[in-house]
């Protein structure tokens, strides 16, 4: 019995300690182990503000089986694609310390492509490069892409143009010399000649402004040439600072807002400034809204997810080499495979982590949604062409501004030396007129493109708008930019030409050689004719006479014009002996409508005043 009762004993306390004892020593390594990366995972503030490389050392590492399973992609260079054949190395620095998410700016066109993941240990036939919509969503997003990276290469060089002219300087002040040496100073002295005849000329009709006017024209021309051939260069700069300059007090009161790191760990003043140009940050927003949502979209699911808003950001640096990584791989190429691992092995460890927390996402991330990644392909697409549209017209007229103002520099001494004489003037009043309208499309256009990023940035920032409904918003902003600003009048007018009448191209009007006290004879016509002018037999009676009050009235009716009279018969100075015959005068056609009215309002006195005539011509006679 103290056998049987002992051996009870002893498996109990064995059962015990099968039962409580090893799950506390196997749970303590477990505990150590989610604990050893950090105390805990990354919440979504903290992905914000602690910085991507903090929260990723958080998350568990893939196990050696695992990873064989696995094939992460392969990084891309920021000018991969067909954007990237608009994008250039950037010549300033964010200070944005990795934890604002500068995508353009950083990363320029790079990961904007997909690929399947996490299918090579089933059965699956196709590789994941072969894969039909995969293939249809990475075209799209080529495209989409390319839109964007012409509008954003457009902008920056339209507001930057020392670095878009600086290969014109050379020519400018060459071309512009050589005119103005071989030109200007050889036929200059030829028209000035010519000016002084053409003064000596109509020196005859005694106008002494119309000589100032031509003296002080020819001298405004020569200096102005002059300055122009002797600082060529910096007579384009000059023009280029100041339209830049109030570009920029434009674009900073309303356009793209600078972005500053949450926690900046430099003391020193500035280092965290966020020192991009305007252009620049409106290319950020541009690609945050355009490309990266939509690839989200094709990557996750949902652009506005919390699991997308937490590991968006990681699984695209993970996909992408950013300018800092080409040129640590350009000045030491044995850091590429280093690199290119590093990353790879972050895009397993957030995708296993997005595994966990939300099955669904991941299945989009593995690519088995392949029409849905078609689809956000093709909102990219529409979403490029309604941004683009305006803001690449508005670019291009602000490029030909600019480039107006550097060929009429060149041009300014071989039209200057024709335009010295003022009535021969007409070319260099029409390039004149060309950079007027150059420098006010700079100023329009800068400023409309400036308000329509704005805009766009205001748009897709408010995540309360439906997806389709912030790309029609943005449509509608650029169809009521074109509707105000009108492009094509505005192309029209660099011409030198305009709907109205320009200030240097307007002249008075010739004065009227006529004056009060003068009256035009009539002309001749044939008794057959049916022309409405003058007939030479007008009767005195029905002449019209300066103090006639009727004739003032009627002057006034016209406008305040004298009214068109004939020429009257007038009686000789030397007084004639009484005619021994009659000659009887028909009643004359009204050859114009003053004489008409006269006609119409005392048809009685003719009667009278025939019959009158008449009866002494009759009593002479007799």
């Known amino acids: 019995m103290k056998r049987l009762a002992s051996a009870v ?8 300690g099968t039962l409580f004892g090893a799950p506390v020593q196997a749970a303590a390594p477990a505990a150590a182990a989610v604990a050893a990366p950090g105390d805990k995972l990354c919440s979504l503030e903290e992905w914000t503000a602690r910085g991507l490389d903090e929260c990723i050392t958080r998350l568990q590492d893939v196990s050696a089986s695992r990873v064989q399973c696995l094939s992460a992609p392969n990084p891309a260079a920021p000018d991969s694609g067909l954007g990237g ?9 964010t200070g944005a310390d990795g934890r604002s998410y500068l995508l353009y700016s950083e990363y320029g066109y790079a990961g904007y492509d997909y690929t399947t993941y996490d299918i090579n240990c089933v059965q699956t036939v196709m590789h994941p490069d072969y894969k039909l919509e995969n293939t249809i969503a990475n075209g799209e997003f080529m495209l989409a892409a390319g839109i964007v990276g012409v509008s954003n290469a457009l902008r920056e060089r339209a507001w930057a143009p020392d670095e878009m002219w600086g290969w014109a300087d050379p020519l400018v002040e060459n071309a512009t010399t050589a005119l103005y040496r071989q030109v200007f100073s050889v036929f200059g002295v030829i028209t000035l000649a010519v000016i002084g005849v053409y003064l000596l000329w109509r020196s005859r009709q005694a106008q002494m402004s119309m000589a100032l006017t031509t003296v002080g024209w020819a001298i405004l021309v020569m200096v102005g040439v002059t300055a122009i051939a002797s600082w060529p260069v910096q007579s384009a700069k000059a023009a280029d600072s100041t339209l830049v300059s109030v570009l920029s007090v434009v674009h900073d009161a309303v356009g793209p807002r600078a972005q500053a790191p949450t926690i900046c760990d430099d003391a020193t003043p500035g280092a965290c400034d966020d020192r991009r140009p305007p252009a620049v940050r409106a290319g950020d927003t541009a690609v945050q809204a355009l490309l990266y949502r939509n690839w989200l979209r094709g990557v996750l699911g949902s652009a506005d997810s919390e699991t997308a808003k937490k590991y968006g950001p990681a699984l695209y640096r993970a996909k992408s080499l ?19 691992r590093a990353k790879q092995s972050d895009w397993m460890k957030v995708a296993e982590q997005i595994k966990t927390e939300d099955p669904e996402a991941y299945e989009y991330l593995r690519g088995t949604k392949g029409m849905e990644r078609v689809g956000a ?10 941004y683009a549209a305006f803001d690449i017209v508005a670019s291009l007229l602000v490029l030909l501004g600019f480039l107006i103002i550097r060929w009429a520099v060149i041009a ?6 024709v335009g010295l004489l003022r009535p021969a003037s007409a070319g260099l009043r029409r390039l004149v007129n060309s950079v007027l309208a150059a420098l006010f499309n700079v100023l329009i256009f800068g400023t409309g493109a400036a308000v329509y990023l704005f805009a766009v940035d205001l748009i897709m920032s408010t995540s309360s708008l439906a997806g389709w409904l912030q790309v029609t918003l943005v449509l509608l902003c650029g169809v009521v930019g074109w509707i105000l600003l009108r492009p094509y009048r505005r192309i029209t007018q660099l011409g030198g030409g305009s709907s109205g009448t320009s200030l240097l191209t307007a002249r008075p009007s010739a004065p009227t050689a006529s004056s009060s006290n003068e009256r035009t004879p009539a002309p001749v016509v044939a008794p057959g004719s049916t022309t409405s002018t003058t007939v030479p037999e007008a009767r005195p009676e029905l002449a019209v006479s300066a103090e006639d009050p009727a004739s003032v009235v009627r002057a006034e009716a016209h406008g305040g014009a004298d009214p068109v009279r004939a020429e009257t018969w007038r009686s000789p ?9 009659a000659v009887y005068r028909p009643a004359t056609v009204p050859h114009q409508a003053a004489t008409r009215a006269e006609a119409r309002t005392e048809p009685a006195a003719e009667p009278a005043q025939r019959t009158e005539r008449r009866s002494e011509t009759w009593a002479e006679r007799s």
């Open 322 to 340: 950013s300018w800092d990584d080409v040129a640590a791989i350009q000045d030491d190429s044995s850091r590429r495979d280093g690199i290119i």
């Open 9 to 16: 004993l002893a498996t109990m306390v064995l059962a015990l």
């Open 377 to 386: 392909g093709f909102v990219a697409i529409l979403s490029a062409f309604c």
């Open 85 to 93: 054949w608009f994008v250039s190395k950037p010549t300033w620095t």
């Open 412 to 417: 300014a001494p071989a039209l200057g030396t």
């Open 573 to 581: 100075d030397v007084p004639e002996s009484s005619p021994a015959y």
